[in-house]
């Protein structure tokens, strides 16, 4: 392993039982991405996309390969423990935001500090949104926002507590055009301004494009595109 | 504790947001069901008990043939009873030359403890209540005395060595009947006169008792108190084993109440088990995103059980709040029809209110709960991951168990509680096959009918799980206040035809058996309905199968009061109508003369004896030696003449007895007195008081059972309107979802009219023919003749029907009126 290899996965493979016998989701990916880089994961729809990225952070455990995060073998962790890990290290935006909506904006961002015990929480989230440009809009819940402020709420409670990974699952995806301009802006500024390492799911291929580094996921194999080599690197 | 911070900061939001109100309000319902139950139960069986108390004239009473020790009393007051002092003694009384046999009573103030003595100014007059007792130098003679002796007011009376001026003539007192062997007209003095009578010489016949009234806590601590000390060979009397009629109508109210109260908690479970799951399903998502932020399974759990614990205080507090005002108001509404002395409701229920919620929070909402905590963090990815299913025992335990809990504690009879929990199971279970079967039935049948119908059937049978779990609840419902019903009538009727207008109001004792024959005659003459007439000899049990019974333990708290005490026997050669065998046979008349012996299943218990025991008996002193050949169930409440122990023919009657016997005889002044004058050696004893009690405990009772079922069925309606409401937003995005595909609201209104409506005829259907079975057996084991009521049955399925759809239109009314977008965006 080089010293700054953030995140890797070595053939790593999903299966799951169907109607037709074991099928085969995503099958010996390999793959490492280092600190600060910032990689798209593109492909088709039913390529696998989603379950590698619920098996890179964890979410999920692969039928066989490991997965490294943060230096820490997930395969040998049980469920609580790769939460824990999470908690320290892990960042999540997902395509249809997956606000609390019990909870309003500020209080939404405090949940991950909350969990992991910190004081601050309400300062550090209400410095966050202001930083995401919704001053404004701290004791909205998230029906009373609209589709563009709630993924800034999601951004801003997947970066407060400045993990090492962002992992982005569609973060456009139910936006237009306009509003997923400024998302994936606000998104790639955050990333850069926190130093995180940022693992992107997109359809979306100028977003990717603007990833240093794009992988294609085709019927749960993993290429590298080229012209994008993991030295490229995110400035 | 951090587990503790973030769950009241997260219940803080949800309150704010409005999330919780719904499971909220469903808890408070029930808690407040179960609470207002509980307080009117606890405020009405206190009345029971109370008027039931006055046969005694105390709550409880020590008894002794010795002066007793005042330290007893001093305790008593000390540990905050009230207490009051009765020496008995028999003595003639003299009025110039004419004398007759008394049984001086002596009390001190504050007698009687619970109940009223009520005294005229002539013999037989109409009595008023009074608080007083006789003053020091005064003597009140009973109506008997009075006339026996030609008192009347002003006439002194000598009573020993004291002079004594009549006051007031005593018309009854609540304890003149409490047992058979005060058969002899009573003169009340003050305690304070008693020892310048000098009636009480060693060596007299004296009985002394102390009354004590007061809370049943406090009762019970000296009841412990006494039990541990060495008093001797005193005795505790309570109302039961006074009085066994007023004992048994007590106990019956006692039964049902607490049937109605574990009816309401039953109701409670149904509401709270439908309210968990709503919450458990709208907090899938919220819970697979704070795994994927970083919560253990452990918090997770932590956090949504201290939510739910202190969901369950608050919803306690404002519960049992909330159910102390509705009773209050209930008690108001009904004041015409229960007493407006009810004494006040203890805190108990509340507490106990508290914690059957608790119980039944953690054993209906923990299983989902903990299912909760499994769900993967991996369904924020994917929407179709929920939690591992849970093996069907493993969620149906903590259910049993709480169940089964508060059965037992509702009840307190093993046996019965375990019948129970098996046909509530048994009832779960058909609901829940009758409610599959007729779900695939109805889609089957939806036919051509309109739209809304098609549609609404169509989702019962879509959500096929959610319908027959719902079926089963409000089924399961339904049937408990069915049952309840059903019960009720039972009872009521019951109670009603066991004390019928012309039951015996007096009893007649010592009748010398050369006048027996006149005796009846002059009865019947007055137009008397004479029961029959048995014989009565005083004898003692002395031994059993050969084992001096001095030497002897017994079961029964009983026993060792009939082996001591001289007793009552009798010789019969029929068995009475208000008798039955329960083992064992009658003698037939060539056993007559044998030397056998048939004993009531009261003797029975209290002795432990079993067929074929042989009980030697001193009888004037001869000695008989009896086998027990059958064991007898007595209607007590019968008032006819009956007996613990009875002989055959033939045996006995040689043995120098008297008579006795009662009849129904219109209460007239005069005809008391002829009967007085004629047959001076006869014991009259009116009964006809007693019945008043008897009747006036029934019909307490009946209020009781009458306004807690009425209580109850409010409050099983509200909870389980409630608990439609905790099902209201599963509907919501379907609602939302027709409405944009252009359905009109009364279209989508009637829909879920249909569904509703189905779900309540079906529910109904089953929970009317489930309350008649199992009315059947509750019946049985409370004693009372079952009725199948075809009336109720229909009323069950048409009111289940109209409940259910009105409940679910109300609750679903505003989606219904919802802009879709509030919903669906």
Redesign the interface.
């Known amino acids: 392993m080089t010293r700054d290899i953030v995140l890797e996965a070595r053939k790593v493979s999903k299966q799951v039982s169907s109607p037709e016998g074991p099928l085969t989701i995503v099958h010996e990916v390999s793959l490492a991405v280092a600190a600060r880089e910032s990689i798209a994961i593109v492909g088709p729809s039913g390529a696998g996309k989603s379950t590698l990225l619920a098996l890179l952070a964890g979410l999920d455990q692969p039928t066989s390969g490991e997965v490294w995060l943060a230096g820490t073998n997930l395969s040998v962790l049980d469920e609580d423990a790769r939460a824990r890990l999470r908690a320290q290290r892990v960042g999540f935006v997902f395509q249809s935001f997956h606000l609390v909506p019990s909870l309003t904006a500020v209080e939404n961002v405090m949940l991950p500090l909350e969990l992991a015990g910190r004081r601050d929480a309400g300062s550090a989230a209400t410095e966050m949104l202001a930083r995401v440009g919704l001053s404004t809009r701290l004791r909205h819940y998230p029906r009373q926002l609209s589709g563009g402020e709630q993924q800034r709420v999601a951004l801003a409670r997947a970066s407060v507590g400045t993990p090492a990974v962002l992992f982005a699952d569609e973060p456009t995806g139910n936006l237009d055009t306009a509003t997923g301009g400024r998302i994936a802006q606000l998104l790639f500024e955050l990333n850069t301004g926190s130093q995180t390492t940022l693992v992107l799911v997109t359809h979306d291929r100028a977003l990717a494009a603007r990833c240093g580094r794009i992988v294609v996921m085709e019927a749960g194999s993993m290429h590298e595109e080229s012209g994008n080599t993991p030295d490229a690197g995110h400035a | 504790m951090?587990s503790l911070s973030?769950a009241l900061?997260q219940l803080r939001?949800?309150w704010r947001?409005g999330?919780l109100a719904v499971l909220w309000l469903s808890l408070c319902v029930a808690v407040a069901a179960l609470c207002g139950v509980g307080f009117l139960v606890d405020r009405i069986g206190r009345a029971v008990t109370a008027q039931a108390s006055e046969v005694l004239a105390a709550d409880l009473r020590v008894e002794s043939d010795a002066a007793i020790d005042p330290a007893e009393q001093a305790h008593a007051l000390s540990s905050g009873l009230t207490s009051a002092r009765l020496t008995m003694t028999l003595s003639a009384i003299f009025n110039g030359d004419s004398n007759q046999l008394a049984d001086v009573r002596a009390v001190s103030g504050g007698y009687p403890l619970r109940g009223n003595l009520t005294v005229a100014d002539r013999a037989f007059g109409t009595g008023l209540p009074t608080r007083e007792i006789p003053a020091p130098g005064e003597a009140w003679p009973d109506s008997r005395l009075a006339a026996a002796l030609g008192a009347t007011i002003g006439t002194n009376l000598n009573v020993g060595s004291r002079t004594l001026r009549v006051a007031r003539i005593l018309i009854s007192r609540p304890d003149q009947n409490s047992t058979f062997v005060e058969f002899a007209s009573a003169l009340l003095i003050n305690d304070a006169d008693l020892a310048a009578t000098k009636l009480i010489q060693p060596g007299s016949r004296v009985k002394y008792a102390l009354l004590l009234a007061g809370g049943a806590p406090q009762l019970e601590a000296f009841r412990h108190w006494h039990a541990q000390q060495d008093f001797g060979k005193e005795r505790l009397v309570d109302v039961a084993e006074a009085s066994p009629q007023i004992g048994e109508a007590s106990r019956r109210a006692a039964r049902f109440l607490a049937l109605a109260s574990l009816v309401a908690v039953l109701l409670c479970a149904v509401a709270i088990a439908m309210s968990a799951r709503s919450y458990v399903r709208r907090h899938l998502?919220?819970v697979a995103?704070?795994?994927?932020?970083?919560?253990?399974?452990?918090?997770v759990l932590g956090v949504h059980l201290w939510q739910l614990l202190v969901l369950a205080i608050v919803s306690s507090i404002v519960g049992a709040a909330a159910g102390w005002v509705t009773q209050l108001w209930l008690v108001r509404v009904l004041r015409g029809l229960l007493r407006s002395d009810l004494p006040p409701a203890s805190l108990w229920p509340a507490l106990v209110g508290f914690v059957i919620a608790l119980a039944m929070l953690a054993g209906f909402a923990l299983p989902p709960l903990l299912q909760l905590m499994r769900v993967?963090?991996?369904r924020?990815?994917?929407r179709d991951a929920g939690p591992p299913s849970v093996a069907a025992w493993a969620a149906a335990a903590p259910v049993v168990l709480a169940v089964a809990g508060v059965v037992y504690v509702a009840l307190g009879n093993v046996t019965l509680s375990l019948w129970f929990v098996l046909g509530l199971g048994a009832a779960v279970l058909v609901l829940a096959l009758g409610g599959a079967g007729l779900v695939s039935l109805a889609a089957r049948v939806r036919g051509n009918a309109g739209a809304a119908w098609r549609y609404g059937v169509a989702n019962l049978a879509r959500r096929r799980t959610e319908g027959i779990t719902q079926i089963v609840a409000f089924g399961l419902g339904i049937m408990l206040l069915l049952a309840l019903a059903i019960l009720r009538g039972d009872l009521i009727t019951d109670w009603r035809a066991s004390l019928p207008a012309d039951v015996p109001n007096y009893f007649f004792l010592n009748i010398p058996p050369d006048q027996r024959d006149d005796f009846q005659h002059e009865l019947t003459d007055q137009g008397a309905r004479l029961e029959r007439m048995l014989p009565m000899i005083r004898g003692r049990l002395t031994a059993i199968n050969d084992k001096p019974t001095a030497t002897m333990h017994f079961p029964g708290e009983r026993g060792r009061g009939f082996a001591d005490r001289e007793q009552n026997l009798t010789w019969a050669a029929d068995l009475g109508d208000d008798n039955h065998l329960v083992e064992g046979e009658w003698w037939t008349p060539a056993q007559f003369g044998k030397p056998l012996v048939s004993v009531a299943v009261e003797y029975q218990e209290s002795m432990g004896l079993k067929l074929g025991d042989r009980l030697r008996f001193d009888v004037a002193g001869e000695t008989i030696d009896a086998t027990v050949t059958s064991f007898r169930k007595v209607r007590w409440d019968s008032f006819k003449p009956n007996f613990f122990v009875e002989f055959p023919p033939g045996l006995l009657d040689s043995a120098a007895g008297t008579y006795m016997t009662s009849a129904y005889l219109e209460p007239t002044s005069g005809a008391m007195s002829r009967l007085v004058h004629r047959f001076p050696s006869v014991s009259i004893f009116n009964i006809g008081d007693l019945l008043a009690q008897v009747r006036a405990v029934i019909d307490k009772a009946v209020t009781a059972v009458q306004s807690v079922f009425l209580f109850t069925v409010l409050a099983g309606l509200t909870v389980l309107f409630a608990a439609v409401q905790a099902s209201r937003d599963e509907r919501g995005y379907e609602i939302a979802i027709l409405r944009v595909l252009g359905a009109g609201r009364s279209m989508i209104f009637a829909s879920v009219l249909s569904e509703f409506s189905l779900m309540g005829a079906l529910a109904g259907l089953m929970a009317a023919t489930g309350a008649s079975i199992g009315g059947a057996w509750l019946a049985h084991a409370l004693e009372l003749n079952y009725r199948f009521n075809a009336l109720l049955w229909v009323f069950g399925i048409i009111a289940s029907t109209l409940l259910l759809g009105i409940a679910g239109a109300v609750s679903t009314r505003s989606m219904v009126r919802m802009a879709p977008r509030?919903v669906l965006?």
């Open positions: 951090r973030l900061r939001r949800e947001s999330e998502d919220v995103l704070m795994k994927t932020l970083g919560a253990s399974r452990r918090m993967p963090a991996l924020v990815l994917r509030a965006y």
